[in-house]
């Protein structure tokens, strides 16, 4: 209900707004300015990479497939990819430190929505941390099972991060100068010129590089990120090019913020002491770490106008470390805090793989075909130096000395390496899209992958941890759709997908007790939708319907609590909505509404040493409505100003569904003047009702998201 009343408001008011504007909201077409429309949010005939390997566009996929392009960053102020992605249908995303890129889709999370850089799956949730959003060209998300591109994984849906690369462009820079509350700087710019000058160039070079630093809005929680892309694009012969990317990702944090306790007693709805609300109970010397490098070599050929050949080799390497102390809850009065869950840990993780596309085009019985084969190969390596341990004092909340992490009893040994794991993965891929008439195509993809798992074990040995255990597995997954133009501007489509499922989620952190007996958990889903323009093309918008079911992931037997078994089940249903509608020439409208029912159709879990049923409950972090709105209207030639909502629905933080944190609605609101026809300045308010609110709950802990806070940029590009 509350979603429904933001949503009409806001519309309302456009609408008012734009009839003061104007005194009818019957305007010609030709009074709308194509720009103005074909920059805004939703593209539907723009080229999509995550839909297919097809090259098709987002009308032409029978899918629910989005884009959040390079424009639409910048036009809505996003800092990084998590703010990129909550602007996208159905999406609630946040990034505590010990979920890395936290991500609820569809009545998914973590491990279960495939995130993806560049489409290279790196199977490792912790590895997709928010990157800042100037090295991203655009975020690419497709709804529901997606194994069938991706690999294992995706049964709730898929997203890509695309970074920019060097174009044919002879010459662009551009650049940012921000600042904000609690000291937040933003320090960026890009370069993109042909080497050798002229129309003879063969050459192109892009340079990227963004600084970013502030002090947190809770307590002593201090953080610097450095982002650097560079890229080469070489034109060999006409039909044949090569482009050469390196990416170096740095994040530091200090003093980690993982949650607020909540107060006891410990109700239904979780709540916080408000006047405590930006305390940190981490240790002073808490930390996290994250040094990322990338380079890919890409070769693409095209041997004739119906056939192309691209071929990516990619190496991934990153090293994260952590040093906190993660767990916090009151006493009985609230007097003291408890502080416990010390954790020391290393991630050493490295990926070489290479991936092979051909495409090639033609006539089949007399029908137009498309095809889109080859192969992925690839070998990841990950090494873990977990030690944890106990807590330190209990600590008064008013006025309290944080202590250090060497105080805590066991941190002092230091790091100690448990286990290595190495994972190979080969798999062949087949798509087609053929043109059953001159109206429906059916479009069709199929993949196998072959998963091998080895995992050597540093630590103690015991039946439930051998000094080396293998395992592998060969999922097979596909989809099928169909659709069907109602005009050149509106279409129907019906799919069906399936999804193959890691059992430990992540095979880089797997140990013998996850994956040792069970094979993998399947996914299914239905979808129907629909993707058309109205209004003589003033508008656009997208409907979807779905259905997905997990099946056979682990649960606890339901008999004997001891024993783990693959007899899980998870149900989602749900409806999405997006779309946009320049009111005026001056006044444009954008929003996406998403709503999901998703319950445990078969979940046991052991409390208390006995085996408890959760069928029928709600997944943990999973809400049942996101939605998001924006105004953005023109006062002159020079000044724009805007407004958008955000609202999320309440999530359980257990199982049981016995706690709550409250659902919420964020208001924000910009005003930008281009000073001249290179530079611009923006002013921009975020959540202007400083709106006390959990991004996660996880526990008895509620992570808070951010406060108000204003901030200034100043954006130049010739």
């Not at 990084?80 to 992605?85: K, L, R």
Request: overall charge negative; aromatic content about 10%; glycine content about 8%.
């Amino acid at each position: 209900m509350t979603t429904r009343l933001v949503c009409t408001a806001l519309l309302v008011g456009a609408c008012r707004f734009a009839c003061a504007e104007d005194s009818s909201l019957e305007l010609p077409a030709d009074t709308v300015t194509a720009d103005a429309l074909s920059e805004a949010g939703l593209k539907l005939d723009q080229p999509v990479e995550t839909g297919s390997r097809l090259g098709l566009s987002v009308r032409e996929t029978p899918a629910s497939v989005s884009v959040s392009d390079r424009f639409v960053i910048e036009q809505r102020g996003a800092k990084d990819t998590q703010d990129v992605i909550n602007g996208m249908t159905g999406i609630n995303a946040s990034a505590n430190p010990g979920y890395g890129g936290f991500v609820s889709y569809r009545g998914f999370t973590q491990n279960q929505i495939t995130q993806l850089f560049n489409g290279i799956n790196l199977g490792y949730s912790s590895a997709t941390r928010p990157v800042d959003a100037w090295v991203i060209d655009r975020v690419e998300l497709i709804g529901g099972p997606s194994t069938f591109l991706y690999g294992a994984g995706a049964v709730g849906g898929s997203i890509n991060y695309i970074s920019k690369l060097a174009s044919r462009e002879e010459e662009v820079f551009d650049g940012r100068l921000s600042y904000g509350s609690y000291d937040e700087t933003e320090i960026a710019f890009g370069i993109n010129r042909a080497l050798g000058g002229g129309l003879d160039a063969r050459n192109f070079v892009r340079l990227d590089y963004s600084h970013g630093q502030g002090n947190g809005y809770i307590d002593r929680n201090e953080r610097s990120t450095d982002s650097l892309a560079i890229s080469l694009l070489s034109d060999l012969t006409p039909s044949l090019s090569h482009t050469l990317a390196f990416e170096y990702l740095e994040d530091r944090e200090d003093s980690p913020y993982w949650g607020s306790p909540i107060l006891q007693p410990v109700g239904e709805r979780m709540k916080i002491d408000e006047g405590r609300r930006f305390e940190n109970y981490n240790v002073a010397d808490g930390r996290y770490e994250q040094r990322v490098k990338w380079l890919r070599s890409i070769l693409d050929y095209r041997l004739s106008d119906a056939t192309r050949l691209q071929n990516t080799l990619y190496h991934y390497d990153a090293q994260r470390d952590y040093r906190n102390l993660e767990q916090y809850a009151y006493n009985a009065d609230n007097s003291q805090v408890l502080r416990s869950g010390a954790y020391l840990q290393r991630h050493e993780q490295s990926v070489l793989g290479n991936r092979l596309v051909l495409n090639h085009q033609h006539s089949l019985f007399g029908m137009d075909s498309q095809w889109a084969g080859g192969f992925d190969i690839s070998r990841m390596h990950q090494t873990l130096y977990p030690r944890s341990g106990g807590s330190l004092y209990p600590v008064d909340p008013e006025h309290f000395d944080p202590g250090s992490f060497l105080e805590i009893p066991g941190m002092a040994a230091g790091l100690q390496k448990q286990r290595r794991h190495v994972i190979d993965t080969q798999a062949l891929f087949l798509e087609n899209r053929l043109q059953l008439s001159e109206r429906l195509s059916l479009l069709s993809g199929l993949r196998y992958d072959h998963l091998n798992m080895e995992v050597t074990n540093y630590g103690p040995v015991s039946a439930t941890s051998p000094a080396f255990f293998e395992r592998s597995w060969e999922p097979l997954s596909g989809r099928l759709g169909l659709l069907y133009e109602l005009t050149p501007s509106a279409n129907l489509y019906a799919q069906y997908s399936t999804s193959a499922d890691l059992p430990a989620g992540s095979l880089a952190s797997a140990t013998y007790s996850n994956v040792g007996l069970f094979d993998l958990s399947k996914g299914e889903q239905w979808e129907v939708g629909s993707k058309f323009d109205f209004l003589d093309g003033r508008g656009s918008a997208t409907v979807a319907v779905y259905q997905i079911v997990r099946r056979d992931f682990a649960v606890r037997d339901s008999n004997d609590p001891n024993l783990t078994v693959q007899a899980g089940q998870q149900t989602s249903r749900g409806i999405e909505l997006a779309g946009k509608l320049q009111l005026t020439p001056r006044l444009l409208a954008e929003a996406n509404y998403a709503y999901v029912d998703a319950e445990y159709d078969e979940f046991n879990e052991a409390v208390g040493g006995v085996s408890v049923s959760r069928k029928g409950n709600t997944p943990v972090n999973v809400p049942d409505s996101v939605a998001n709105a924006w105004l953005t209207y023109e006062l002159a030639q020079a000044w724009k100003i805007g407004v958008d909502v955000r609202y999320v629905d309440s999530v359980y933080a257990d199982n049981a569904n016995t706690l709550e944190a409250p659902s919420y609605t964020l208001y924000g609101a910009f005003v930008r003047y281009q000073l001249d026809p290179h530079t611009s300045l923006t002013a921009r308010a975020r959540n202007l009702t400083d709106e006390v609110y959990a991004r996660q709950a996880y526990g008895t802990q509620y992570y808070m998201g951010a406060p108000r806070t204003f901030d200034v940029a100043l954006d130049y590009r010739f």
